[in-house]
């Protein structure tokens, strides 16, 4: 059973950081494409960052570039989103997804690539 456990949402003030932290499991990590997406109440999922299979290639939305970065720990089948220099207009839940990538250095942009997603994690920023 594939699983990916999201954590590491909060309440933070504007300026500041955090770090969110998912898991996969019941896949070979090091095969799958990873990526966050972040919904808003009203608003469909926008996408935020992707990183590739080895090699790590990653690429942002404009908003959060310079600012958010995407990694993972084939390790500990974990990947990672740091966020520093939190705006308001961050405020979100953020989901991680996963998709089978059978190509070195793909990344995937779009919804329909991920077949699994995480349950979610708030991220508030406040003024």
């Known amino acids: 059973q594939v699983q990916l456990v999201a954590s590491g949402g909060g309440l933070v003030q504007a300026g500041g950081s955090l770090r969110l932290s998912c898991v996969m499991s019941?896949?070979?990590?090091?095969?799958?494409?990873m990526g966050w997406f972040r919904q808003t109440p009203g608003k469909g999922r926008e996408f935020v960052a992707t990183?590739?299979?080895?090699?790590?290639?990653?690429d942002y939305v404009d908003s959060v570039k310079g600012r958010f970065t995407i990694s993972r720990d084939n390790a500990k089948n974990t990947v990672y989103l740091q966020m520093n220099d939190l705006k308001q207009e961050d405020t979100a839940i953020y989901y991680c997804?996963?998709?089978?990538?059978?190509?070195?250095?793909?990344?995937?942009?779009?919804?329909?690539?991920?077949?699994?997603w995480g349950q979610g994690t708030q991220v508030t920023v406040s003024s």
């Open positions: 997804a996963g998709g089978f990538s059978g190509a070195l250095g793909t990344l995937y942009y779009s919804e329909s690539k991920y077949a699994y």
């Open positions: 990183i590739s299979r080895s090699p790590d290639k990653t």
């Open positions: 019941g896949v070979s990590f090091e095969f799958w494409n």
